[in-house]
């Protein structure tokens, strides 16, 4: 069942994608690989960097020993036989959002799917198909992947003009209808006075509040490209051509073939129009606005490498928006990510090297002697007397002691370099030559406490995010707006503490391209114990989503007059 | 034999032992009509606001009276003690003039007592 598609989704530029591609077109958007890769290969590969495929744990562990084959075997005529009952693309899925003006597939990507590959040709193992057949449905998928990424741009740019297309009708069919009758059959008409006039009215401003609305709705950016939203909007346009056009054929048989004196009772029918136009706004609004803002869904992100999580409430919304929601918030929430300081120090570490080696005497049992070999060392390896945890105590004890050190000193030596600067008030006379505006200002202050800054920085080992030039215009920052050392200590927090990722400048922002990975396909909604990974190059996210409970709130009356206390005294005396 | 859990009442005769200035008579008392009866250990009605002996003074002049920890004091020379507040039960005992009390106590005991009482 697990096998990883990796495909990339473009973020849109253009406006309206409102045609409802297939589900597979949607996720199958692989701009011609050119090779097919040969899929049967892949399965059979350790992934480094999926975490959350545990093929690869089998895969690695077929390596070692014989009895595996077997199971394996089960597993991949149950893996086919479950695909085939199933259309579409399914099993895990990855889906690479990127950031708009990116380029479709950077480097790394397209590099590892080459390093995959040739890895994969050194492999022997054996299974029911061989290493470079592919079972019959890879076949149609990847003949049907290569067939839709050429039609996806088509298809974007179709459904918009579609979606437009269909709106002008529909913004154009009420004043048709007006202007009709006065055209054909000017002389028969009844004149109409006050109440046609009140009603043209009406439909002018009902149809600017349509425009406006429809402008406010429809008419932006989006962040990426959500195949789920067009069931919605596809709805919504199939119920606008119905509308529409069961008003066309109303209005040709009742009206033009008839040639209807009444023209109040025209002018009424297109208003009636414009009316139920208007309500199927309101239900656009509801279906695709409002339904997603209610919270349903609790989303805990945990990042793999060093363990930060947070929790965010949802509502309704499909796996890739739910993505992209836990992207937008992960760069203003997340810490900024420290390789540096996920890993032991050194010292703790290298007592760990050295390990236990293990000869086998003789020929037996060569086959099973691997694992039972690796259980011996890790067995081995435990018992024996480890006082790393103690030195690694030690060391964390050492180096926050040294951070609160050098935090006091570079907190008073920015209090001391703030003394230094005042305020130029309009009545004081100064030389035009000391007057500085913030830029110098920062430059003046940054050389006395550059040093206690740098050795900081140094210690918590916070120095690539903070250049000179950040810190000077945070600094020019500061002093613009008339902070006090204190504020301003407060608000460098950033420097104290490392911040949310979003504030250092976009180079540490380490490339926005993130692959998503997840067990469903990405367009179903989101469901209780639904789970899915965030991948990037170096840590991943891990998104687990819970249903927020039915909350069972009951009411109890209490009485202000029932509120009544007595003294509970428990003295013993000594007699 | 068989157990019966009742209450008997039993004359108790104190003399104070002097120390230093004070005269002292060797136990504690807890309860009054002024206190929560609910936190009295000692009593079967958890409404009772009588005085009951919390804590006896080993070698004391109470204990060798024969006084027990959990007894309620019903009379002290005569005065009654059922319905007093705590303090007035502490005064009405520490009386500076009286060398000697004479209390009338309340215990709960079971079979042994009963026996004790029929053969005595």
């Given amino acids: 069942k697990i096998e990883s598609l990796k495909v990339t989704v473009d973020f849109l530029k253009v406006p309206l994608g409102l045609k409802k591609p297939p589900l597979k077109e949607a996720l199958a958007a692989v701009p011609g690989p050119g090779r097919p890769k040969p899929l049967g290969v892949e399965r059979h590969k350790p992934r480094r960097s999926d975490t959350m495929d545990n093929e690869s744990q089998y895969s690695g562990y077929s390596y070692k020993s014989g009895h595996s084959r077997s199971s394996r075997k089960h597993r991949d005529r149950r893996d086919r036989h479950r695909s085939k009952s199933r259309d579409g693309s399914r099993g895990d899925k990855s889906v690479t959002i990127q950031a708009p003006g990116e380029p479709l597939l950077d480097n790394e990507s397209t590099r590892g799917d080459e390093r995959d590959d040739n890895w994969g040709e050194t492999t022997t193992v054996v299974t029911g198909t061989s290493e470079h057949s592919i079972s019959h449905d890879d076949i149609t998928r990847i003949t049907k992947d290569m067939e839709d990424s050429a039609h996806l741009d088509c298809s974007r740019h179709l459904g918009v003009s579609l979606a437009g297309a269909l709106a002008l009708l529909a913004f154009l069919t009420p004043l048709a209808f007006m202007l009709l009758p006065q055209l054909l059959w000017r002389e028969e008409l009844e004149p109409c006075g006050t109440p046609c006039e009140g009603l043209f009215i009406s439909v002018a401003f009902k149809l600017l509040i349509l425009l406006l609305g429809s402008w406010a709705l429809f008419f932006r950016r989006p962040k990426a490209f959500f195949p789920r939203v067009f069931v919605f909007r596809a709805l919504l346009m199939v119920l606008v051509f119905l509308l529409v056009v069961s008003y066309w054929l109303f209005y040709g048989v009742r009206i033009l073939d008839s040639r209807d004196r009444n023209y109040q009772g025209v002018v009424q029918y297109a208003v009636s129009l414009v009316d139920a136009l208007l309500f199927v706004h309101y239900l656009a609004v509801v279906l695709l606005e409002l339904r997603q803002l209610q919270p349903q869904f609790t989303l805990k992100a945990v990042r793999s490498a060093d363990g930060a999580s947070r929790f965010y409430n949802v509502g309704h919304l499909s796996i890739q928006r739910a993505a992209v929601w836990i992207l937008e918030n992960y760069y203003h929430d997340f810490p900024v990510y420290n390789p540096a300081l996920l890993n032991l120090p050194k010292s703790v570490l290298s007592k760990k090297m050295s390990g236990f080696k293990v000869y086998s005497l003789g020929e037996e049992n060569t086959t099973n002697n691997s694992t039972g070999q690796s259980r011996a060392v890790i067995a081995a390896a435990a018992r024996r007397r480890d006082n790393s945890h103690n030195e690694y105590y030690y060391e964390e004890a050492e180096h926050e002691r040294r951070v609160r050190k050098r935090r006091a000193r570079l907190v008073v030596a920015v209090e001391e370099a703030f003394t230094h600067i005042k305020r130029l008030q309009e009545e004081d006379q100064k030389n035009p030559r000391e007057i500085m505006d913030p830029r110098e200002a920062a430059q003046a202050i940054f050389a006395s406490m550059a040093r206690a800054m740098q050795k900081y920085l140094r210690t918590t080992k916070q120095q690539p995010y903070h250049t000179m030039e950040s810190i000077l215009q945070h600094l020019e920052f500061c002093i613009t707006h008339d902070m006090t050392p204190k504020v301003r200590r407060e608000h460098g927090e950033r420097y104290l503490t490392a911040g949310p990722t979003i504030q250092y400048h976009k180079d540490r922002w380490l490339a926005k391209q993130w692959t998503l990975v997840s067990e469903e396909p990405v367009t179903n909604g989101l469901k209780d114990g639904v789970v899915f990974v965030l991948k990037r190059q170096d840590f991943s996210l891990v998104v687990s989503t819970k249903k927020i409970p039915f909350f069972k709130l009951s009411e109890e009356f209490v009485d202000p007059k029932s509120h009544k206390f007595v003294m509970r005294l428990q003295s013993e005396t000594s007699v | ?120």
């Fill in chain 2, 1 to 120: 034999s068989f157990f019966i859990f009742f209450s008997f009442q039993q004359r108790i005769e104190i003399h104070k032992l002097r120390q230093g200035d004070n005269l002292i008579l060797g136990f504690s008392i807890g309860g009054g009509i002024d206190q929560d009866p609910t936190q009295n250990p000692f009593s079967e009605d958890k409404t009772d606001k009588g005085i009951y002996v919390t804590r006896v003074t080993e070698g004391g002049p109470a204990e060798v009276a024969g006084l027990q920890i959990g007894d309620k004091i019903m009379q002290v020379n005569g005065w009654d003690m059922t319905m007093v507040t705590h303090d007035q039960a502490r005064k009405r005992l520490t009386k500076r003039n009286e060398e000697v009390v004479r209390l009338l106590v309340t215990r709960q005991s079971l079979q042994k007592a009963v026996q004790q009482s029929m053969m005595s």
